[in-house]
């Protein structure tokens, strides 16, 4: 399935495909302040509809992981990494989603702040 998803006032907007079924709760100190509910994907599978140069990034501990923002409305709709295996990924945020039914999906506890 295909979804949709912006930051707040829209200046970065992406769509993103797959099949969302669980999200990841993590409670390292910059999630659990954003309240992210994260899905992995192919970072192949997220499609930017705005100019890359709209992105913020803020990175932090190990420096591995580019949380991606906006500047003008502070929103992280997404951040890209790779996994153990050199694989891109992206890290996006489901609350940044269109017309996403939160309640219905698996949330996965991740303890971040042992990483």
Known sequence: MKYRGSCHCGKIAFEVEGTLEQ???CNCSLC???????WFVPREQLK???PESDLSTYRF??????????????CA???????????ALAAVNV????????EGLK???ADGRSF
């Not at 659990?32 to 994260?38: A, C, P």
């Not at 501990?61 to 502070?74: E, L, Q």
Request: one cysteine or more; proline letters at 6%; aromatic letters at 6%.
């Open 23 to 25: 999200v990841m709760e």
């Open 32 to 38: 659990s302040r954003r309240g992210y509910l994260l």
């Open 48 to 50: 930017l509809a705005t």
């Open 61 to 74: 501990n190990r420096m591995h992981i580019a949380h991606h923002f906006c500047a003008n409305c502070g």
């Open 77 to 87: 709709p997404f951040g890209e990494a790779t996994d153990p295996k050199g694989k």
């Open 95 to 102: 609350r940044c989603l269109e017309d996403v039914p939160l």
């Open 107 to 109: 949330a996965v506890k």
